[in-house]
C-alpha cells in the first residue's frame, strides 16, 4: 500500500447505517459476512471491528483494490478470506472458502474512489487519461474498443438506456463519423468531441460528457447485469434471519434492487393456504 493510498482510506460515510441494518444478522456465533464490493476495506473493517465472531468473505473484481484491502485487514488474520471475482460469483466464492451460506452481505455500487483516483484507469471525464474503464485490469473489454468497434445504433442504445442520455443519437452519429478521421483513445478527445456538440444550454446543467462516461463505464464492466443476476444469488446464499443491504446510487440500479428483491420476497404458495 503507497502512503498516497494510505492518505485516502477512510470510513465509509453510510458505515454506522449498514452495521445497524446487518447487525442482527451479525451478532449469532460463527456469523459470516461477505463484502460483495470490497473495494479498500472500509467497510469490511467496520464490520470486523465491531463483531468479533464475524469471518468475512470479500469480494472485488479489482485486483489493485483486493491488495489494498488485503494489507488493511491483515490484522483480523484468519477471520478474513479474499476472493477476486465479480460479485455475480457470489455462491462459488462462498464455497471455494468452506461454506455453504451466509448471514449478511452487502453490496456498494458504482464506481469507487480509488479507480476513481486512478487518472490513467480513464473513469473520470475531468482529466485526459486512455479511455480504458475496466474495473477489473484483467479483463479484455475497454472502452477504447467500445468506442472504435460498436454500431451507430448500439451506441445510441448503450447512451440512453446506461446513461439515460437524451442526446444519445446526436452523440452517437458524431462518434463514428470521428472515428473515421482518428481513433478516439483518449478521454479528453471523448470530452471536446461531445461538448462541441452539446447546446450551451444542456452545458449548463451540468458537465456534457457525465451521462455518457456513465454508460461507457457500465457497458465495459456490465454493471447492471451482473446485478440482476447478483441480487438473487446473494439472497438465495441467506441463511435463515440473514439479512441483505445494497447502497445504490442512481435510478438504472435502484431499479434492479428493488425488482429482484420483491421477485424474491413474493410467496409462491396458493393464496389461501394457512401457513
Do not use: W
Amino acid at each position: 500500500m503507497t502512503d498516497s493510498d494510505s492518505s485516502r482510506i477512510h470510513t465509509p460515510v453510510l458505515l454506522e447505517r449498514c452495521i445497524e441494518l446487518l447487525g442482527p444478522a451479525l451478532t449469532k456465533p460463527g456469523a459470516v459476512f461477505v463484502d460483495a464490493t470490497l473495494g479498500m476495506g472500509g467497510h469490511s473493517a467496520g464490520v470486523l471491528e465491531r463483531f468479533p465472531d464475524v469471518t468475512l468473505i470479500g469480494l472485488d473484481r479489482d485486483p489493485e483494490a483486493l491488495a489494498i484491502a488485503g494489507e488493511r485487514l491483515e490484522r483480523f488474520g484468519n477471520r478474513v478470506h479474499l476472493v477476486h471475482t465479480v460479485y455475480d460469483g457470489i455462491q462459488e466464492a462462498i464455497e471455494s472458502v468452506g461454506y455453504s451460506e451466509i448471514d449478511g452481505v452487502l453490496f456498494d455500487l458504482g464506481v469507487s474512489s480509488l479507480q476513481l483516483d486512478r487518472v490513467e484507469r480513464g473513469f473520470s471525464y475531468s482529466k485526459d487519461a486512455p479511455l480504458d474503464m475496466r474495473m477489473d485490469s484483467t479483463s479484455e473489454l475497454t472502452a477504447e474498443t467500445v468506442l472504435a468497434e460498436y454500431s451507430e445504433a448500439d451506441l445510441r442504445r448503450i447512451f440512453r438506456d446506461y446513461g439515460e442520455e437524451k442526446l444519445a443519437g446526436r452523440y452517437a452519429a458524431r462518434i463514428v463519423e470521428a472515428r473515421e478521421q482518428e481513433p478516439l483513445v483518449r478521454s479528453g478527445q471523448l470530452v471536446d468531441l461531445i461538448t462541441k456538440v452539446t447546446p450551451v444550454a444542456v452545458q449548463r446543467q451540468g458537465h456534457p460528457a457525465k451521462r455518457v462516461f456513465q454508460a461507457l463505464r457500465i457497458e465495459v464492466n456490465q454493471e447492471l447485469a451482473v446485478l440482476q443476476r447478483a441480487i438473487p444469488a446473494a439472497v438465495d446464499a441467506l441463511a435463515l434471519g440473514g439479512r441483505i443491504v445494497v447502497e445504490a446510487y442512481q435510478s438504472l440500479e435502484d431499479r434492479i434492487v428493488k425488482r429482484e428483491l420483491q421477485a424474491r420476497s413474493v410467496s409462491s404458495a396458493p393464496a389461501g393456504l394457512p401457513v
